[in-house]
């Protein structure tokens, strides 16, 4: 029996091999499903028939070579049971969610090509047998794209999201208006496409440098039916779209569009500019039935249970300067603009609630007093989630620099594409530990998650989105998936080893870790 890690991104709970010949898929092999594992076990065939050319029968429960789902109520909601034997592979799990987890790892069990978008027949189809008990440590598990900055086509998405569910990530966190561009087409306000998702350029090489700008217009947006699409392909996934709709800040774009809902007289354009920005909206109750609109389109659009509305960078000049707004802190009590941006996000938290949604925002929201109901992103270190934990809030752990897939691989910067800043090497990543020592048993059941960010200011193209994000998505994945006392960085790299073929096969660009591993 091989001592050699099986080479499973991320690694499962436990898995064992089995002394016995491998299980060799042939053009006779049935599958057998019914019920809530049905739409799997149909994803399952079609991958096989793309990659070997075979349309495997269905629902011959006595044929020799077969694939089972079974139901097993025992299991944990996303966990699964994977045992593979010499003619007969069972999948049991619980749920929808868990068969399709197991089925991704059932698919890692052969030969890379499996992921290959032409049939190879001529191929040895063989598994190992083994015995895999599997379920995740965290129920979020994100990766977040920013389509602000710069605009991604849908087929390039979709892409992104197959490869994030074979890693069994199951958030994607979207950020598609910034002050940079609103790429969300809203029915009811239709010049926050027509001006807000296009800008006149993009500064030349790095923003710190001041070398003007390339005058390279950037545009583009998604239509609602291509969200519908977009959302319906995640759902198929078991990945859900989280989309983020900023306030107060980073509103440049939408205050471009609909000055009226800004505080100067005459708005700013579509920022051509990185960094942080100081338009924000004003507190008028006309530019709240314009947010109420605008949000009650988005959730007619996205079903996920949660909604981002930012809260971040909401940096105060203008608020500080508005006899409107001065007088409106006065008139509620409140001790300034920071309880001010308070009092914004629990007018957001309060419109969300009337459409059954959760409120998240980036650990800013805790300034000035947090939402009752609010989870809390921790981007700016570990403190925002330890005070979120113990106010007895949730939280998600994006701290940078561990998780911020934006930064360099790796401190040679002449080898490297030009990053925003900071360096998040692949064995930074995956040593990162979710779980604040700070916090009690107690308080940590409050962190739901981790996830990591591809902010875009310096990813101008879906090819450079992936060379930032993968093998780093693979790191995260075990942060996310595995236990605590999850394998080591050696043996991480000699299953990765073989996992970057599987990303080879699909034209998914990644950065060669090298420093790590001989290709």
Not at 299 to 322: C, N, S
Not at 370 to 381: D, E, F, K, N, Y
Not at 426 to 440: D, N, Q, R, T, W
Request: proline share 8%; hydrophobic share 40%; with cysteine.
């Amino acid at each position: 029996m091989s001592s050699t890690p099986l080479p499973l991104v991320p690694q499962p709970n436990r898995a064992e091999r089995l002394d016995q010949p491998d299980f060799v898929l042939s053009a006779e092999t049935v599958i057998n499903a019914s019920g809530a594992f049905t739409a799997t076990a149909e994803f399952l065939a079609e991958r096989l028939a793309t990659c070997t050319n075979w349309n495997l029968p269905f629902n011959a429960p006595t044929a020799k070579s077969r694939i089972e789902f079974k139901e097993s109520p025992a299991l944990p909601p996303e966990g699964y049971g994977l045992n593979v034997t010499t003619d007969v592979i069972t999948l049991s799990a619980s749920t929808a969610a868990g068969a399709f987890h197991g089925m991704q790892t059932l698919l890692q069990l052969f030969p890379p090509a499996v992921y290959d978008c032409q049939p190879r027949p001529d191929l040895p189809w063989t598994a190992p047998c083994v015995v895999i008990e599997d379920a995740p440590r965290f129920g979020w598990r994100g990766v977040m794209v920013d389509s602000s900055r710069y605009f991604q086509p849908v087929a390039a998405l979709k892409k992104f999201i197959d490869v994030l569910s074979q890693h069994k990530i199951n958030v994607f966190h979207w950020h598609i208006v910034d002050d940079q561009g609103w790429r969300l087409e809203i029915k009811k306000y239709p010049k926050l496409t027509a001006i807000g998702s296009k800008r006149t350029g993009s500064p030349r090489g790095h923003g710190a440098n001041n070398l003007g700008h390339d005058n390279k217009p950037i545009e583009g947006y998604y239509t609602q039916d291509e969200v519908r699409d977009l959302v319906a392909y995640a759902a198929a996934r078991h990945v859900n779209i989280l989309p983020e709709i900023e306030m107060p800040g980073h509103a440049q774009a939408a205050i471009a569009a609909y000055p009226e809902y800004g505080l100067l007289a005459e708005a700013k354009p579509v920022s051509c500019n990185w960094g942080i920005h100081d338009t924000l909206f004003n507190v008028k109750p006309e530019t709240f039935a314009f947010l109420e609109d605008v949000l009650t389109e988005v959730v007619t659009l996205f079903h996920f249970t949660y909604l981002h509305i930012g809260g971040d960078e909401a940096i105060k000049p203008q608020w500080e300067k508005d006899e409107a707004v001065q007088a409106h802190i006065k008139e509620h009590g409140l001790k300034d603009e920071h309880e001010l941006q308070s009092w914004f996000i629990r007018q957001a938290e309060t419109i969300l609630k009337k459409h059954g949604r959760k409120l998240v925002g980036w650990d800013e929201i805790l300034e000035g007093g947090l939402a009752p109901s609010a989870t809390v992103m921790s981007w700016r270190g570990l403190e925002g989630a330890i005070e979120s934990a113990k106010h007895g809030n949730d939280a998600i752990m994006c701290p940078n620099p561990f998780v911020y897939f934006d930064h360099y691989q790796s401190e040679t910067l002449s080898t490297e594409p030009l990053g925003i800043g900071g360096n998040s090497p692949l064995a930074k990543v995956h040593g990162y530990e979710p779980i604040p020592a700070e916090l009690s048993a107690e308080q940590a059941k409050h962190i739901i998650g981790v996830q990591g960010q591809l902010w875009t200011e310096y990813i101008p193209t879906p090819s450079r989105l992936e060379f930032m994000a993968f093998p780093r998505v693979c790191a995260l994945a075990e942060i996310a998936w595995c236990p605590a006392e999850r394998p080591d960085f050696a043996h991480f790299l000699t299953r990765l080893k073989t996992h970057l073929r599987r990303l080879d096969v699909q034209d998914v660009r990644y950065r060669a870790p090298l420093e790590y591993i001989q290709a």
